[in-house]
């Protein structure tokens, strides 16, 4: 249980400022964010599906441990990855790739966040823009939802672990969570296949609730 709080709780503090950017329309924060929460919620998801043997071998090998010739606690830092769950689990997965390469300083992606309004004839580049925009603010709600049904799944998965009081309760939330952060009318990306590369299509893109919706592909 201590090592799935662990990450547990940095997954949900990221999310939540993940959320306040959001809140203050800061986009380009919030991409980082998200896909440090992904990360976590994979390792912890890792660590309950392997019984914390890693964990505990940690443990047990010194990774906390006294250091008395550095005058010194030691905690180890132990690289960990979870990207088997990242490859194969059907929410983080998708999200940890998108947000990934929102987050990094792709060209694209740098348009995308910072010079939407660009077109072919002229390139419309902001500095430090906070200004609302739906769809963005559509996909980061998006994918804070999931990312927390997905959380809760888990904690559904090793009840036994964290001794869930009412499954059936949890379980019928996440379900309407998927349906809300699912919703065809919102602001969404899909991976599709153009000439043998994967692509990013992003659907109803628009800047205001009232405005015209487009698709754009990255």
């Not at 991409?31 to 992904?38: C, G, K, S």
């Not at 940890?96 to 010079?115: E, N, P, Q």
């Not at 379900?175 to 699912?182: F, P, S, T």
């Not at 899909?190 to 994967?198: Q, T």
Request: with cysteine; aromatic share 10%.
């Amino acid at each position: 249980m201590a090592a799935g709080l662990g990450l547990w709780s940095r997954a949900w503090l990221t999310r939540l400022e993940a959320m306040h950017a959001l809140e203050w329309g800061n986009y380009v924060a919030a991409m980082p964010l998200i896909r440090a929460a992904t990360d976590y919620q994979a390792g912890a998801l890792y660590v309950l599906r392997d019984g914390a043997r890693e964990w505990n071998e940690w443990l047990q090998q010194g990774g906390l441990a006294p250091a008395p010739d550095a005058q010194a606690s030691e905690i180890r830092l132990h690289a960990f990855r979870a990207g088997e769950v990242l490859i194969a689990h059907e929410t983080l997965g998708p999200i940890y790739r998108a947000s990934t390469d929102l987050s990094l300083s792709h060209f694209g992606s740098t348009l995308l966040l910072a010079g939407s309004e660009s077109d072919p004839g002229r390139v419309l580049m902001t500095f430090g823009d906070r200004d609302f925009h739906f769809g963005l603010a559509e996909l980061v709600s998006g994918w804070l939802l999931l990312l927390g049904a997905a959380q809760l799944e888990a904690a559904v998965e090793f009840a036994g672990v964290f001794n869930i009081p009412n499954q059936a309760v949890v379980e019928a939330f996440c379900a309407e969570v998927r349906v809300a952060a699912l919703e065809s009318a919102r602001c969404r990306i899909e991976v599709i296949e153009r000439d043998g590369e994967k692509r990013y299509l992003l659907h109803n893109w628009r800047r205001t609730p009232g405005g015209a919706t487009k698709r754009i592909l990255l």
